[in-house]
């Protein structure tokens, strides 16, 4: 696939996109954020930077999870209050994409998925249980997120300071993972499933783990 080249708006720097479906660029140079399409470009503005911090993953790591190759394009960070966690973007080698949501160490793999009428924000509650694809879930965690830091490529229109209600469920068996994100209307909705260490495997396990 041949890389569409964009230039930063703020510093004139130029940037190969090699997913059409990215929609975000941090640029390198400056530490700006593009959000771009086929017709223009727009400045988000000054982006936080991320501290590597004490994971095995990076922008630019490759390696190999379910037997398919992958490569890291970009991660956001998000803030609960008590704590954060990293949203890293993937990229397969078979052309479909995924998220993997790293919390203190525990990896999740997920993707978006279309569940009809998910619930609404205010009926959500720890403990509440929901059934989506055959599978019961238990929710654990319901708050507010907010966007602390951006680098990479990301296929969504994301910044610093923003913010979004989420509700996180793992199933019982602790197998799987569903999470809300209130968003848009409707809002998003991601289904995956826990990771161990063995299931992820990197060419460059770099020395902080």
Same mark, same amino acid.
């Given at each position: #696939?041949?890389?569409?080249?964009?230039?930063?708006?703020?510093?004139?720097?130029?940037?190969?996109?090699?997913?059409?479906? $990215? $929609?975000?660029?941090?640029?390198?140079? =400056?530490?700006?954020?593009?959000? +771009?399409?086929? !017709?223009?470009?727009?400045?988000?503005?000054?982006?936080?930077? *991320?501290? &590597?911090?004490?994971?095995?993953?990076?922008?630019?790591?490759?390696?190999? *999870?379910?037997?398919?190759?992958?490569?890291?394009?970009?991660?956001?960070?998000?803030?609960?209050?008590?704590?954060? +966690?990293?949203?890293?973007?993937?990229?397969? !080698?078979?052309?479909?994409?995924? +998220?993997?949501? &790293?919390?203190?160490? &525990?990896?999740?793999?997920?993707?978006?998925?279309?569940?009809?009428?998910?619930?609404?924000? &205010?009926? #959500?509650?720890?403990?509440?249980?929901?059934?989506?694809?055959?599978?019961?879930?238990?929710?654990?965690?319901?708050?507010?997120? /907010? =966007?602390?830091? $951006? /680098?990479?490529?990301?296929?969504?229109?994301?910044?610093?300071?923003?913010?979004?209600?989420?509700? %996180?469920?793992?199933?019982? %068996?602790?197998?799987?993972?569903?999470?809300?994100?209130?968003?848009?209307?409707?809002?998003? $909705?991601?289904?995956?499933?826990?990771?161990?260490?063995?299931?992820?495997?990197?060419?460059?396990?770099? *020395? !902080?783990?």
């Amino acid at each position: #696939m041949k890389p569409q080249a964009i230039k930063c708006p703020s510093c004139g720097a130029t940037h190969d996109v090699l997913n059409p479906g $990215v $929609v975000t660029v941090v640029c390198e140079y =400056c530490g700006n954020a593009v959000y +771009w399409d086929e !017709d223009k470009l727009r400045d988000a503005g000054q982006q936080s930077i *991320l501290p &590597e911090g004490f994971t095995r993953l990076f922008r630019g790591a490759t390696g190999r *999870l379910d037997n398919r190759r992958f490569a890291v394009m970009g991660r956001v960070r998000y803030s609960f209050g008590k704590g954060f +966690w990293d949203e890293w973007f993937l990229t397969f !080698d078979d052309g479909t994409i995924g +998220w993997l949501t &790293e919390d203190n160490h &525990e990896l999740a793999l997920q993707q978006r998925s279309a569940i009809k009428k998910p619930p609404a924000f &205010e009926a #959500m509650k720890p403990g509440r249980s929901f059934k989506a694809r055959g599978i019961d879930f238990v929710f654990q965690e319901v708050g507010r997120a /907010e =966007c602390i830091g $951006v /680098e990479g490529d990301l296929p969504i229109a994301v910044k610093t300071g923003e913010t979004y209600q989420f509700a %996180d469920a793992s199933s019982p %068996d602790g197998r799987h993972t569903f999470g809300i994100e209130y968003d848009a209307d409707p809002p998003t $909705v991601f289904v995956g499933r826990w990771l161990t260490y063995a299931d992820l495997t990197l060419d460059d396990e770099g *020395l !902080d783990w």
